[in-house]
């Protein structure tokens, strides 16, 4: 089952836009991750930001988590046509003993017009 | 390149065959996870492994097995393959600890016919 819930499922902005991408949990977390995946590759880890963190910035990232809400955005500034991509958002929660499971929601697909 | 490898790229088989994916993960990560992503289930946590050991287990099915071995690689064996099972299988790994992001390799894209 999915952990995290992105939204919109999809987007598409004009270069130099500002895109944000919601994500949606269900249960308690550890950490919150997002990810990127050009198109049928392997998914590249974006920003990690802890449940006792509220904003979280990178570079064109900024990261934002409201645990009262179960719920964290993400925002790109200044889009480029290379942020064509799909967007996912991560949760690492406890699963039992001293595990933790990271699990994935179904993703944001995001296209950049140039 | 994240560090992670996994073969065969691709992999093309008949329904009721069995099929072994290999994952390496990057030097110094202990644990693997295994994913399968297809386009309307999105990306379901298969099994995770620490240091040889399973850890977590998620939507896997019982067709399905994997393993960690001593050397830390890992592979996902699928048996009695279904149409159903064609997808993306994605290795990841991590250092230990929970604040930590995981590294994935490229995938491998098994089609069942």
């Known amino acids: 089952s999915q952990q995290g819930e992105e939204d919109p499922q999809a987007l598409s902005i004009q270069e130099g836009e500002n895109a944000t991408m919601n994500c949606s949990y269900k249960?308690?977390?550890?950490?919150l991750q997002w990810y990127r995946q050009n198109s049928g590759r392997g998914l590249v880890h974006l920003i990690l930001?802890?449940?006792?963190?509220r904003e979280k910035h990178s570079g064109r990232l900024r990261v934002t988590l409201d645990t009262s809400k179960k719920s964290s955005s993400l925002l790109i500034t200044a889009s480029r046509a290379a942020d064509t991509a799909s967007y996912f958002c991560?949760?690492?929660?406890?699963?039992?003993?001293?595990?933790?499971?990271?699990?994935f929601g179904k993703g944001t697909l995001l296209t950049v017009n140039p | 390149d994240s560090g992670v490898t996994q073969t065969p790229k691709h992999l093309i088989t008949a329904t009721g065959q069995r099929v072994t994916l290999r994952c390496s993960p990057r030097?110094?990560?202990?644990?693997v996870y295994w994913y399968q992503q297809s386009l309307d289930q999105g990306l379901q946590f298969l099994i995770q492994?620490?240091?040889?050991?399973?850890?977590a287990k998620g939507n896997i099915l019982e067709r399905f097995s994997a393993q960690q071995f001593p050397d830390l690689h890992s592979e996902l064996n699928l048996s009695s393959l279904e149409l159903g099972d064609s997808a993306l299988y994605f290795c990841?790994?991590?250092?230990?600890?929970?604040?930590?992001?995981?590294?994935f390799g490229q995938g491998t894209r098994l089609t069942v016919v």
């Open positions: 990841a790994s991590s250092v230990a600890g929970r604040n930590t992001e995981a590294f």
């Open positions: 930001i802890r449940s006792n963190e």
């Open positions: 991560a949760t690492r929660s406890f699963s039992g003993g001293s595990n933790y499971k990271l699990t």
């Open positions: 492994y620490y240091n040889g050991e399973e850890r």
């Open positions: 249960t308690s977390i550890n950490n």
């Open positions: 030097s110094g990560d202990l644990s």
